[in-house]
């Protein structure tokens, strides 16, 4: 255990009112303690920390400079935003960071008057900036508004969207482009090495002041139509910069980690900035923390660490992840067809292609964070006879939904759609749990959605993928280890449309999609030892249904229960659907559907997020009982 760091200054410091007391000699000082504060804090919860680091003087230097909370200030993507908890108020609770109860992992509107606006996924606070920016303008108000956008939010079109809309509404709006050549990986795309060579030319000044002169002469109500002309002009001598060719009057590149540099420039934008800027500041991901410098890709999320080491600690392995065990099947299956291709939006290592990509790196895409664009992309390469393998977290694939419908579903290109992080993700909350993507697929004519209840399973689902052609097919899986059941030397093809029987019995049946099957199993041994003789079956599919399966268990059982890790509209309502038609339910069968509750569920360990939506052993137990009138105290306890 190291002992907690020393901060004289940080502790005379609870508010940013607080910070705008310290001389500006003193911010390096406070960026020091910043830094060995937040450090500290993760080492002891696991979080987000490279990107936080790379961004305490920039986070420092905007507090001092402008009337927070009244001024808004946005981060994108959210992550970057521990040392913003840290100076505004939150610091006494900043080791519970992603902890059940705890401070979120992200900036979230009900934590902190801090915090305008929720960002976990990225490229929103550009739009959400200038909402903000327009709205004071309605309403008369003179605040700033903030938007800082970075880590590889600039890649995705939605910041491109807002930087068109900004730029020709003309609204005093302040964009910070945090430049630190790295998203969650490596940076890939015309955009970074484009920043890339902003950050090593020359800036032109001459013609900006030749705009101020003028402006003397003139007056100030014209300076904002001189000082476009004048950046329009310097874009003929000097190439221009795309971001002053929307409209944006452009300052930088500048050293994001320089008080020097950060505090003039940003106290000049403040007192007489009148339309859209953006500053470009450069940056270093994991900025003071020499492991995380080192390997800033490896230290963007951790888990608990050693400050002294950096080395991370690690659990042993009951099995291996789902992820892994899906990056090493797509591996084998590219072995023995060459049209597969492999498709991540700037995930490749979360994704597990990160191994696709060392063994095919010529049919293996990381596109940047752009899961709209992924998709399409994907349908594109769908239309020539190849085999994209789009992989991308369930949370994230909600932004290309349109895309799926529109480019790859109406169309019928087969598409494969690996999806991971399936369910609910713990300490990344709920703006990163797996909730809807079976409803939001299933629901589509033609698709194939699949579920994986195991890591042999999910092998199998890898190779049917590769060998289907006929539509777009899609499988799901979680995060975290796999059950330890014994794996295949290569997936096996599934026949499209049928589950399986996993334990037969006779009064109750337990119809699991997912990785619930574990529980489902170990629900049916108390429900047994109880009596009550319980079939388990695996779907795996949830369209299209095995309709011979679902009607056998229903003409068999008193109880039939659908146990799911999906939201309301999903699996279990297709199946009840089916059996509407079919007339199934007309029989006297008690039937329910555990589905994930309909609320929000906040960061916790995922086995007590399951606990607390009933979706483990001893929720699935009560359900039965509560399904045949029985009382159900100290059932499942065992779970």
Not at 62 to 91: A, E, M, S, W
Not at 96 to 122: I, M, N
Not at 275 to 291: D, E
Not at 458 to 482: C, N, Q, W
Request: proline residues 5%; negative net charge.
């Amino acid at each position: 255990m190291t002992a907690k760091p020393d901060t004289p200054l940080l502790d005379k410091i609870n508010l940013p009112a607080d910070l705008r007391n310290v001389e500006d000699r003193d911010l390096p000082q406070v960026a020091r303690e910043v830094r060995d504060e937040m450090i500290d804090a993760v080492s002891k919860t696991g979080g987000h920390l490279g990107a936080g680091l790379g961004v305490v003087e920039l986070t420092i230097a905007i507090h001092k400079v402008f009337n927070t909370p009244d001024d808004r200030l946005i981060f994108d993507v959210g992550h970057q935003c521990y040392p913003h908890k840290i100076l505004t108020g939150r610091r006494d609770r900043i080791r519970t960071l992603r902890q059940e109860d705890g401070l979120s992992g992200f900036t979230r509107r009900a934590e902190s008057e801090y915090d305008p606006f929720g960002a976990a996924h990225s490229s929103t606070s550009i739009s959400a900036g200038l909402g903000m920016a327009v709205a004071s303008e309605l309403a008369g108000s003179k605040r700033n508004v903030i938007s800082i956008i970075g880590d590889g939010s600039m890649s995705a079109g939605m910041a491109y969207e807002a930087l068109n809309n900004a730029g020709a509404l003309d609204a005093r709006l302040i964009v910070i482009l945090n430049d630190n050549d790295m998203s969650i990986a490596p940076p890939t795309g015309a955009m970074s090495a484009y920043l890339a060579r902003l950050a090593s030319g020359r800036t032109y000044m001459g013609m900006r002041e030749v705009g101020k002169k003028l402006t003397g002469y003139l007056g100030k109500s014209i300076d904002r139509a001189i000082t476009r002309a004048v950046e329009h002009a310097r874009g003929y001598v000097t190439g221009g910069t795309m971001f002053e060719e929307m409209g944006f009057y452009h300052i930088g590149p500048i050293d994001g980690h320089s008080f020097e540099h950060l505090l003039p420039v940003l106290r000049n934008v403040r007192d007489h900035a009148q339309g859209p800027v953006l500053i470009h500041v450069v940056t270093q991901k994991g900025k003071g923390y020499p492991p995380a410098e080192a390997a800033a890709d490896k230290y963007h999320g951790v888990n608990k660490f050693d400050v002294i080491t950096g080395a991370q600690a690690k659990a042993k392995p009951n099995a291996p992840s789902y992820t892994s065990v899906f990056g090493e099947a797509l591996v084998q299956e590219a072995g023995f067809d060459e049209k597969i291709v492999g498709i991540t939006a700037a995930m490749p290592d979360g994704t597990g292609l990160g191994k696709m990509l060392e063994a095919f790196p010529t049919r293996t895409f990381d596109v940047g964070i752009a899961e709209q664009h992924a998709v399409t992309f994907a349908a594109g390469l769908a239309t020539e006879g190849f085999k994209p393998f789009c992989a991308i977290y369930s949370t994230f694939l909600q932004r290309g939904y349109d895309q799926v419908v529109h480019d790859v579903a109406i169309q019928g290109l087969p598409v494969r759609f690996p999806i991971d992080r399936a369910g609910f993700v713990g300490a990344d909350g709920p703006t990163h749990a797996g909730s809807f993507d079976t409803t939001f697929l299933a629901t589509l004519p033609g698709m194939v959605v699949m579920a994986a209840s195991d890591e042999a399973e999910l092998k199998h689902m890898v190779r049917t993928a590769a060998a289907y052609d006929d539509g777009p097919i899609s499988f799901r899986y979680p995060r975290g280890e796999g059950v330890g059941v014994e794996m295949p030397a290569r997936g096996e093809i599934l026949q499209i449309g049928k589950g399986r029987i996993v334990k037969e019995g006779s009064k109750v049946a337990l119809l699991s999609f997912g990785t619930r099957l574990k529980d489902c199993l170990l629900a049916a041994e108390d429900l047994d030892a109880a009596g009550l003789s319980t079939t388990v079956a695996d779907a795996r599919f949830a369209k299209p249904l095995d309709h011979d399966l679902i009607r056998q268990l229903a003409r068999h059982h008193e109880v039939l229960i659908t146990i799911e890790e999906g939201a309301v509209g999903g699996f279990g309502s297709h199946v009840l659907q089916f059996m509407s038609g079919e007339g199934l339910l007309d029989n006297g069968l008690k039937i329910r559907s555990l589905v994930l509750p309909d609320v929000w569920m906040e960061q916790a360990s995922p086995d007590a997020m399951y606990a607390k939506a009933g979706l483990d052993r001893a929720g699935i137990v009560s359900t039965v009982f509560r399904a045949l009138g029985k009382p159900v105290v100290g059932v499942g306890a065992a779970g």
